[in-house]
């Protein structure tokens, strides 16, 4: 089955540590996105990568980083700088191209809490 | 001003009630998207749509491009449509296929 799995569902951490949330998709896309969702809010884009080996900053990437070194691959690492960090994180995939290259593609999600 | 604004924000139904979520946008655009967040977080797309009108077992979508406004319709309500509704553009010329979204509508539907 083709799809995008995030691990784990949920993650715990201590204050001052960096975390990485796992993102893989299996789909072929080229493409792939960042989002985080706090309660009661919309999806706030983090980072987005349209190719292998390039990725851009999103609207909310300060404490974030991210890699693309495998087209399947777009781990999310937290650094001790967010802030904030507490949040669910939702990794997405497009193909990247004209038509329905636009639909994106989501995986489950992964809870962080921070304390 | 969001570029991407939904209506209601929240909205409880009675089972078997028709439903209309409305999006109204302000960008020019490739496509529009209907997304659905159940309470576990998952999201799935529910919509693509570029011009006219979708129909998916109860669920409709049209979009009017003049206008800058489209509708999600549920016909036939049931408790297991509960969930975020959420609309998102694939805003036309950025140069990626980043979606601007909207904040959601709340659907709750009783039995």
């Known amino acids: 089955d083709g799809g995008i799995t995030q691990s784990p569902k949920y993650l715990f951490r201590k204050e001052g540590q960096n975390v990485t949330l796992s993102c893989e998709q299996n789909?072929?896309?080229?493409?792939m996105y960042w989002y985080r969702q706090d309660p009661g809010q919309g999806l706030r884009l983090i980072y987005y990568?349209?190719?292998?080996?390039?990725?851009q900053k999103g609207d909310i990437a300060e404490g974030y980083s991210v890699s693309r070194e495998k087209k399947e691959s777009f781990p999310l690492t937290v650094t001790s700088a967010q802030k904030n960090p507490t949040a669910f994180y939702l990794c997405?995939?497009?193909?990247?191209?004209?038509?329905?290259?636009?639909?994106?593609?989501f995986g489950p999600g992964t809870r962080l809490t921070v304390t | 001003k969001n570029e991407v604004e939904q209506s209601p924000q929240n909205l409880t139904a009675q089972e078997g009630e028709f439903i209309t979520i409305n999006c109204s946008y302000s960008v020019g655009i490739s496509a529009l998207h209907w997304l659905q967040q159940h309470p576990g977080g998952g999201i799935v797309s529910l919509f693509m749509?570029?011009?006219?009108?979708k129909k998916h077992g109860r669920l409709i979508a049209t979009i009017n491009i003049q206008e800058k406004h489209s509708s999600l319709h549920i016909t036939a309500s049931h408790p297991r449509d509960s969930a975020v509704y959420i609309c998102?553009?694939?805003?036309w010329g950025s140069g990626t296929y980043k979606y601007i979204f909207g904040t959601g509508t709340r659907l709750k539907v009783l039995a």
């Open positions: 997405a995939s497009s193909a990247g191209s004209s038509g329905r290259g636009y639909e994106q593609y």
């Open positions: 789909l072929n896309h080229d493409a």
């Open positions: 749509l570029s011009s006219g009108k």
């Open positions: 998102a553009v694939s805003p």
């Open positions: 990568s349209q190719i292998v080996n390039d990725f």
